[in-house]
């Protein structure tokens, strides 16, 4: 019997239904997973079952059976209990989910106390041990802030395990958190749901998350369940066709390749052919808002292989393969369309040989200030000495966790953000101050980087009028609408009507009007849905095709860097630690991090062939104001040995074009 | 021949300005997409467009008590009287000429205090000259009299409603979405009232006289004007200064920042009232001194009461440029001012058009909630005898006449009650219509 079993499971928000006909069951020690865009009703189905709906939601129709109890019909004082105690959960924030006043002891005692009477300071000293913070029991006396990102979703985590849970609700536990941490938690969980029999609800978008970790997986789609299948089956040939454009969708040749081993055994560097060749698939639209009447299929506006019959009666449940249920009318998956236009303007567009910008030894470090009367005590080296060249047409990727000052080297580079040190030169001239026209920033968030208060005509425009650009901006900002994808007459509408993707080509828009050689793009796809990623991501390689564009790519996305770069330069803690061509950097990585970087990405590789191994680094990111003596990665490298923390490494040529600070890379 | 001459006072002539700010503004908001979805869900909440007509009624008298003018003298050359009238005061004539001797009760038709009369032998109450004059010697119809006078104001007000609703169904068709039942349901209640008090009130004292013998609800509506207008022009007033200071402080950071911000702290650490008061006895002694600065009295109480609106706007600058400082501070790093930056936009240009319009719904909001505590400020400095001149006419300068008359036995209650009753329905709609509005114009409240 399973533990917990949810019918028809249906949230009403007024006359939307975000949540529609939902069932699921999870068996005791297993995991499963809810993965899905955005906006699809993954944490509001979590949060129904938990009857912790938001005010304007309630439940309006199903049952949800928790170990023979039903949950619905609940008294508030009785489902107080359940909640924290048989069932726990932990969410996205971890910083938004601990009371910044309280001490992480008095939290989990409170918990205790609740849920088991008693709160002995052993107790909670155990359960620190248990998700692996070190000395916990000076942890457990400690505040929120005294703690890294990592260290409190894993606080988090022993707050849940408090009232012993059988099932363990965890809400996208590890998008706020930096890939090697990432590993380390989703490893913490794993391993606790193995030791104590737990079971786990997981709520992803992350494909390779899902793949380590679930062993069944609901796919959600505007408010209902599409496909449900267990992990091997679901990876191996994915039923629905959302599903499968979601993986077409993505830039996938990145997959660890664990047979080759180059240094001291352990790195597992990139397989595959590198698909930069073909373009991504892409789903065309964006997930229906709430609210919209469905007919029939809630995909078919996006599906390709749409029949008359997907537009008026709603799909059956159907098995796929044996486990596997598809809600699809398609009897056999169709093949999806072959990608017929591949790049091929991509490869004629030459590099040019002289460098287009080059930045050498930039330095950006911020005083830190002491006392009443302001003196500076110590500085934040976000950018120590960075040097990156970059040629017309192509792409230099910087890699890093958050923190290590890779946003800042672009804001450097523009002149957002002086430079304390270093020089800038754009075709060979010394830049000072604010940049020319000729480089443009995309950044990250696509409802920041928008005025809410201006149409997007106004906004494309900005930059013609502040150069005074001649010939009809109108004409201009139409052609420019245009060329990234969107139709000329929406230059009359403000920001909010358009979603995420849209947005973002808006952003791009307004760089390109000023007709720009080099475009730092700053994570510009990481607030977006995979879907919409690879619309992005075309629409950049496109662009740059025509163009002829430089891009410097800020991102943490492994695979992203894989599709879309030639050379990858790998930062931590404001210096780049290896900079080469993608190959060499990604295939025959030599630096420690860059390898424990690769290996703690979530392979989607893991979710075919069942094997979850992959190596950790440990510990969390030092911090720039006190970095490490010696080499700043030591305290984390497996390898470091008595001359990385006298001195940092010099760089070693490896090749023409592959540089590595470490003193290991040539042995 | 004009038997009058139009006279227009400073605080008049920024009032006008203030209005016709108002009316240019508003029609630039229709414009504007967002600002005329808030104006939208302003008007469509029922408390919103209930408390807004309440407001415009007190705007209304306040234009009309703005309209001054001085009479011609009778004679061949052309002087004029020393007095400056207002348009509310033609309208009221009747209520501002019939004064009694002293105080008389609301309806009353004999004074408040007896006296020895030459007809009797004793002391009695003396009949009011003016107030149920009209009755004679016939005191027991007082009631029945008041009750049909009563009646028939509530009918006046009732066809005067009608009248409301039919000239302003054009405006319910074009914009059938807003809260129009709300609105008329509020301009019954004020017709009513207003139809029943202005036929009581050719016969007699609604509100009672006070001291002197003045009509206490003709001193009531005179009040609307100074409370209207300290709440409106000190506004005025700090607006530039703290829009322009907190921009300035939170986008250019650095030593500028610095200035502003000791600036204001220190200005903040000084007890506002003692500033108050000695800015407004320093301007007493001004005013003084140059009596010939000023034609009439009613120009020199206008000119104090001006500097009192100066001296409050220079001390409550501080609460929005603070408030604006830190938004810009955020405003500053979020990208689409970056992205402004990095193509080249000028600072000034960025200030106007990207960080400007994202701080008007804090001083949309700041401006209405500062009004109703710049009404009861009035009210507090009149008493304490450090507000406006004793001859303007205000909430503050009525409760502190009345403040002695407390002590009486019996009491003399009516002053007081009727400018807390007016105070407090102006400062309630006031605070009403304010937290309609940041519900509909503060972009983090989460609209389902």
């Known amino acids: 019997m399973s533990l917990l079993s949810v019918r028809d499971l249906s949230v009403a928000i007024g006359a939307a239904e975000p949540v529609d006909g939902v069932s699921f069951e999870i068996g005791a020690g297993e995991t499963f997973a809810l993965l899905g865009e955005s906006g699809c009703g993954k944490s509001l189905t979590a949060l129904a079952l938990m009857r912790l709906l938001p005010e304007a939601a ?160 609901g796919v959600m789609y505007a408010g209902q369940l599409v496909e449900v299948a267990p992990r091997a089956a679901f990876y191996a040939a994915p039923g629905h066709p959302y599903t499968r454009r979601l993986f077409a969708a993505l830039p996938d040749a990145a997959s660890a390749d664990k047979a080759a081993y180059p240094m001291r055994g352990i790195a597992y560097p990139l397989r595959g052919t590198p698909s930069r060749q073909r373009r991504l698939l892409t789903i065309p639209g964006s997930v229906p808002p709430l609210g919209t009447q469905h007919a029939g299929c809630r995909f078919v506006e996006r599906c390709g292989e749409a029949l008359p019959v997907c537009r008026s009666t709603p799909p059956p449940w159907r098995e796929y393969t044996a486990g596997q249920q598809v809600r699809c009318h398609l009897e056999t998956a169709h093949t999806l369309p072959a990608e017929s236009a591949d790049f091929a303007a991509r490869a004629k567009v030459g590099a040019g040989e002289t460098a287009l910008l080059e930045a050498s030894d930039l330095k950006v470090h911020f005083p830190i200030r002491r006392g009443v009367l302001q003196r500076v005590v110590g500085h934040v080296r976000a950018v120590d000495g960075v040097t990156i060249a970059l040629r017309a047409g192509r792409t230099v990727a910087l890699v890093g966790e958050s923190g290590c000052g890779k946003t800042t080297v672009g804001k450097a580079i523009l002149g957002l953000q002086p430079p304390t040190g270093g020089t800038v030169k754009l ?150 630690v290896e900079y080469g061509t993608v190959d060499e950097v990604l295939r025959n990585s030599r630096h420690p991090y860059t390898q424990a970087l690769l290996a703690a990405a979530p392979q989607i590789e893991a979710g075919r062939d069942g094997n979850r191994e992959y190596v950790r680094v440990a510990g969390d990111p030092p911090s720039p104001a006190n970095p490490p003596a010696g080499c700043h990665f030591h305290p984390r ?29 040539g042995s | 021949m004009l038997q009058i001459k139009f006279v227009l006072l400073w605080s008049d002539l920024l009032f006008f300005v203030l209005i016709a700010a108002v009316v240019v503004g508003g029609v630039w908001a229709g414009r504007v997409e967002h600002l005329r979805l808030a104006w939208r869900q302003v008007g469509q909440s029922r408390v919103g467009m209930a408390t807004a007509t309440v407001l415009i009624a007190f705007v209304l008298v306040a234009l009309l008590d703005s309209l001054h003018y001085r009479e011609r003298l009778p004679g061949d050359q052309e002087n004029y009287a020393v007095e400056v009238r207002s348009a509310l005061d033609a309208t009221l004539t009747g209520l501002r000429t019939r004064a009694e001797k002293t105080y008389s009760a609301p309806l009353a038709t004999h004074l408040f205090a007896k006296e020895s009369l030459d007809t009797d032998l004793g002391r009695s109450f003396p009949r009011l000259k003016h107030g149920g004059a009209h009755l004679g010697d016939d005191l027991a119809a007082h009631d029945s009299d008041i009750a049909a006078k009563a009646v028939k104001g509530l009918g006046l007000g009732l066809l005067g409603t009608l009248v409301f609703g039919l000239v302003s169904l054009p405006l319910r068709r074009a914009a059938p979405h807003l809260a129009w039942n709300a609105q008329l349901l509020t301009v019954l209640v004020l017709c009513l009232l207003a139809g029943a008090v202005a036929v009581l009130a050719g016969d007699y004292h609604v509100l009672g006289t006070d001291k002197v013998g003045q009509d206490v609800l003709y001193l009531t509506l005179k009040s609307v004007r100074t409370a209207i207008l300290i709440g409106t022009l000190t506004t005025l007033i700090m607006l530039p200064a703290a829009v322009f200071l907190g921009l300035l402080a939170g986008y250019a950071g650095g030593w500028i920042d610095d200035v502003i911000q000791y600036l204001y702290t220190t200005l903040n650490s000084i007890p506002g009232v003692l500033l108050i008061a000695a800015s407004v006895l320093m301007m007493q002694v001004v005013i003084d001194t140059h009596p010939e600065w000023f034609a009439t009295t009613a120009e020199r109480a206008d000119a104090r009461f001006l500097a009192l609106c100066a001296i409050l706007g220079i001390t409550s600058w501080t609460g929005l440029c603070r408030l604006l400082r830190g938004e810009v501070l955020k405003l500053r790093e979020l990208e689409y001012v970056q992205a402004a930056r990095a193509l080249g936009v000028s600072s000034a240009r960025i200030l106007w058009r990207h960080v400007l319009p994202n701080v008007m719904h804090i001083v949309m909001i700041a401006i209405v909630m500062d009004f109703s505590g710049l009404v009861l400020a009035e009210a507090v400095l009149s008493y304490v005898g450090i507000g406006v001149d004793p001859n303007t006419i205000s909430f503050g300068t009525m409760i502190n006449t009345a403040r002695m008359e407390l002590a009486r036995d019996p009491m003399v209650w009516w002053s007081l009650v009727a400018a807390f009753a ?9 605070n009403l219509f304010a937290d309609v509005m940041r519900d509909a114009f503060d972009p983090r409240v989460v609209k389902l």
């Open chain 1, 637 to 665: 490298c497996p390898w470091a040995e008595s001359r990385c923390r006298a001195a940092y490494p010099a760089p070693a040529m490896l090749s023409a074009t592959h540089v590595v600070r470490c003193f290991l890379a």
């Open chain 2, 422 to 430: 007016f105070m407090f329905v102006l400062v309630l709609a006031a």
């Open chain 1, 427 to 576: 075709q060979g001239k010394l830049l000072q101050g604010l940049a020319p026209a000729a480089m443009q920033m995309v950044f990250q968030d696509p409802f920041g980087s928008l005025n809410p208060r201006l149409r997007v005509g106004e906004i494309i425009a900005e930059g013609l009028r502040a150069l005074a650009v001649a010939g009809d901006p109108a004409l201009r900002v139409a052609e420019l609408l245009e060329q990234v994808g969107l139709s000329g007459d929406m230059v009359g509408r403000y920001p909010h009507e358009f979603s995420g993707g849209q947005r973002q080509r808006i952003a791009i828009a307004r760089a390109l009007a000023v007709r720009p050689l080099l475009l730092i793009c700053d994570e510009p796809t990481s607030a977006l849905d995979v879907s919409v990623q690879a619309q992005i991501l075309n629409l950049l390689t496109d662009l740059q095709a025509q163009l002829g564009l430089a891009y410097l790519f800020i991102t943490h996305n492994i695979t992203v860097v894989d599709y879309l770069a030639q050379e990858v330069a790998v930062m931590y803690l404001g210096r780049i």
């Open chain 1, 58 to 217: 309630r439940i309006a129709a199903g049952s949800v059976q928790f170990a023979g109890q039903e949950l619905c019909a609940l008294t508030e004082a009785q489902m107080r209990s359940v909640r924290g105690g048989k069932i726990g959960m932990i969410f996205q924030e971890p910083g938004a989910s601990l009371n910044p006043v309280m001490t992480i002891g008095a939290q989990i005692a409170e918990a205790l106390k609740f849920h088991t009477g008693k709160a002995q300071g052993e107790k909670i000293v155990e359960l620190l041990a248990a998700v692996g913070i070190p000395d916990p029991a000076r942890r457990a006396t400690e505040y929120p802030f005294q703690m890294s990102g990592g260290m409190k979703q894993r606080a988090m985590t022993a707050m849940a395990l408090a009232g012993e849970p059988e099932l363990l609700i965890a809400d996208e536990p590890t998008t706020a958190l930096d890939v090697t941490i990432q590993a380390q938690v989703l490893d913490l969980l794993d391993g606790l749901r193995r030791e104590r029999r737990m079971a786990m609800l997981l709520i992803s978008h992350d494909l390779g998350v899902v793949a380590q970790m679930a062993d069944r997986i």
